[in-house]
């Protein structure tokens, strides 16, 4: 029994504590919709294997934090479903129509801008609602 409290006691100090090898870091920037700033949306940094971090955009800005490294960029501008004409107002009363992303899926899973995020990056982003 001694053998396997041993056993795992390496275990524990061969894995270490589980800490991330890396640590977030402060990016900021702008979003630009058609042309003009952003009025609200998500800005999501995506770097394989750790969590992706989602930052509210708003005015056109964002502030926050992401891993260093080469990120895949996501976006998101979210309005409120419009309920469909044929659903009976029975249905309707007391739910939400939730909300939709009127983003093309281009920003969305199905992006491939990347960004190359370090300390204090500054980023200008530009996307179009086509």
Do not use: H
């Amino acid at each position: 029994m001694k053998a396997f409290y041993l056993f795992l006691l390496v275990i524990f100090f061969a894995t270490g504590c589980g800490t991330p090898d890396i640590l977030p870091v402060i990016v900021e920037g702008s979003v630009e919709l058609d042309g003009k700033p952003m009025a609200d949306g998500t800005i999501e940094f995506s770097l394989q294997g750790y969590p992706p971090a989602q930052i509210q955009i708003t005015d056109g800005k964002f502030q926050g934090k992401a891993m260093p490294g080469s990120n895949i960029v996501r976006f998101a501008r979210w309005v409120p479903n419009q309920w469909d004409p044929s659903i009976p107002e029975s249905m309707k009363k007391g739910n939400d129509p939730g909300k939709k992303n009127i983003l093309p899926e281009k920003y969305g899973n199905q992006s491939k801008m990347t960004a190359d995020v370090k300390a204090n990056s500054k980023f200008t982003f530009q996307v179009t609602s086509k």
